[in-house]
């Protein structure tokens, strides 16, 4: 399976904040801001 690209790991974590999973939610930030992709940081 490919790596998921900055976007899609905003979006999963989102997804993962909307169904309560912070710590997975953090992760997927985490990884997306690592690719040079912010857009988890402002939530």
């Known amino acids: 399976m490919a790596e998921p690209n900055p976007e899609e790991l905003v979006n999963l974590g989102v997804k993962s904040i909307e169904a309560k999973d912070y710590i997975q939610a953090k992760k997927y930030f985490e990884k ?6 912010g857009g988890g940081v402002v939530l």
Request: proline share 0%.
């Open 32 to 37: 997306a801001c690592d690719l040079n992709n």
